[in-house]
Structure formats: structure tokens, C-alpha cells
């Protein structure tokens, strides 16, 4: 089959071994001076090594591969031990892999004899974001975030001579694949980071939220390659030394991803910045806006 899977640039590969370690699933081992990928059945293609590999010698490439399989990496896995089990379950988690993530979850369950440490420490670290909630279980697609829902809005009066809302964009470009996180809007900067349906669910989101500030957009559900968002979110926070850093989600589970990546740059930076939390519901309330 063919599937998403890392590879690795052997001629950038220093053998540092500094992503070895951070692959939860045993798939990088360093052979003969070079990092290598010895199983495709243990690469779940989600790239959690990229972002730490200072050479730039892992991207992600979609070919045919044997599929990823949970139980055999779990089966791995439980020997180093809780900690590294939380890692890669929370993983999975905010890349929204809720078959892989509830398959080794039974898998630990259907083991929990031969467990060195308590289950439910691990899953209360792994539920306390309510992913796997009644709610989810019942639904056909198995993510809230893709419930279809209307919303009833009251019809309003509007003339041809309604003056357009200024766009409060100050940059290009706002993807962030494409961005230079050493661009000079970012320099000195106040930052906000937003998942791509905000803009669209928050009716005032240029005049209130945007406005003054450099902006990045991503989705961490559908984007690829997001552990690269963390190594330009580290940059923007040591290089273009920005000043705050205002993240925007919306309140769907899967949006959770994103904080989480600015959380992780934040705590691998030297520097030290604000960082604040904006929850937008899906009719464009705010549900939670707090420094964190």
C-alpha cells in the first residue's frame, strides 16, 4: 500500500542520532555511521523525528510501504516504559490517529498484567482532553471536529452603499509552510498564530484579534509535516525574537494540536515569551482566552 513514511537523506545524515530517541516507535536506529529506518511496519509517518534533526535530513515521502501497525509497536515499546508510552500516544492523539491510538490502548489493557506501571496514570495523561468521550465514540466519522452542523443567523438589513471592512492583513505570505520565521514582520513582533477556520467561524477576527499583529495559519489535523511548525515557532521565539504570541483554535479537539506545538518550541527556546490561549467556538464565541 501506499502511505505517508519518512526518509532519510543520507548524505545529510551526520549520524548525531538526536532523532532516535524522539521516534516513540523504535523505527531509527543508527547503523554504520548513518541513521536508518529498519522497519516500515514501525513508522507511522507522522514525522515526530524531523524537528529534531539539525541537518535537515528527514522529510516525509509517500510511497508504497508495509502499513503501520500499533499492536507490533506496542509490543516494543512497553519495555522503555511509561513515559514513553504517554509520548507516543499523546502522538497519535494530536494527529487526530484515533484507530491507531484506541488499538494500543487495548493493546495495554488486554496486557495490563505484564504493565511495570499503572494503566490508568497513562490514561488519565491520555484522556484528560476528552478525545475519546461518549460523544466522539457515537458519532459515523469518529472526530467532532468534522460534525456537519447549520446555524440559524438573523437576516440583516444591508445597502449597495455599505462601506467594505478594511482587511487588517499586514503580510504575505501566512501559511505556515511558507513562511521565514526570521521574516522581518516577525522581528520584534506580536504573533498570532491561527487555525485556519477561525478567520472564518469569528465575525470581528481582523478588527479585534489580527489587527498590529504578524500572522501564521495551520491546520494541525490536515497539514503535513507539522513537526516542522515547531522548529519555526522556536525561531520566531530565539531569531526574530517576537515580543507576545497569541495561539487561536477552535473549540473541535483536533484543533488542540496547535497550542501543543507552540508549547513544545516555547519550552525547547532559549527565550522566554508570552504566550496566550484563544478558544473560538464554532459560532464564533469565545470560549477561553487566558494567558498560559
Sequence with gaps: MKRDIIKIDEDLCNGC??????????ALQVIDGKVRLISDLM??????CIGHCPEGAITIEHRE????NETSVMEEMISKGKNVIIAHLKHLKDHNEIGFLNDGISYLKKNEQNLTFDLNEVLIKIQNNEIMNNQEEKMACGCPGSME???DIPACETTNDTPQTKSELRQWPVQMHLLNPNA????????????????????NYHQKYLKGKSVGIAC?????NTESYIEKFRLMIDEAKVNTITVMIMEVPCCGGLIQMVKTASD?????????????GVQGDILQENWI
Design 17 to 26: 542520532g538526536l532523532c532516535v530517541p524522539n521516534c516513540h516507535e523504535g
Design 43 to 48: 513508522c507511522d509517518g507522522l514525522g515526530a
Design 65 to 68: 510501504a508495509v502499513p503501520y
Design 149 to 151: 452542523r447549520t446555524f
Design 184 to 203: 522581518p514582520f516577525f522581528r520584534n513582533a506580536d504573533v498570532v498564530i491561527t487555525a485556519d477556520c477561525v478567520a472564518f467561524a469569528l465575525g
Design 220 to 224: 494541525p489535523k490536515l497539514d503535513s
Design 268 to 280: 525547547q527556546a532559549e527565550r522566554k515569551v508570552p504566550i496566550k490561549l484563544i478558544v473560538v
